[in-house]
């Protein structure tokens, strides 16, 4: 009996269509980039505390700065792989 339920579950994996793709990734890129925005949220605000209330002080700035850049950077690339996986139209 073994056998004949592998070969009726071999038939049924035949059977199914091989032209369907696995689910793409698109959540990954959503909340990469939302973690991101968020990530920006915060450095922009310790850069107004910088601006209204620190010594001036180039370095920090500077380091903020870059964070924020850094953090623009990443979601960029989250945004164009949402999009790249939205173009393929599930062929990836």
Do not use: K
Request: charged share 20%; aromatic share 4%; glycine share 4%.
């Amino acid at each position: 009996m073994n056998a004949l339920h592998q070969i009726e579950s071999a038939e049924s994996e035949r059977s199914e269509p091989a032209n369907v793709a696995p689910p793409l990734p698109i959540e990954r890129h959503i909340v990469g980039a939302a973690l991101c925005a968020e990530r920006m949220r915060q450095l922009t605000e310790q850069l107004l505390l910088l601006l209204r209330h620190a010594p001036r002080d180039a370095e920090t700035y500077a380091r903020v700065h870059n964070d924020i850049l850094d953090a623009w950077s990443v979601t960029d690339q989250h945004f164009q792989a949402y999009h790249a996986v939205i173009g393929c139209g599930g062929q990836a």
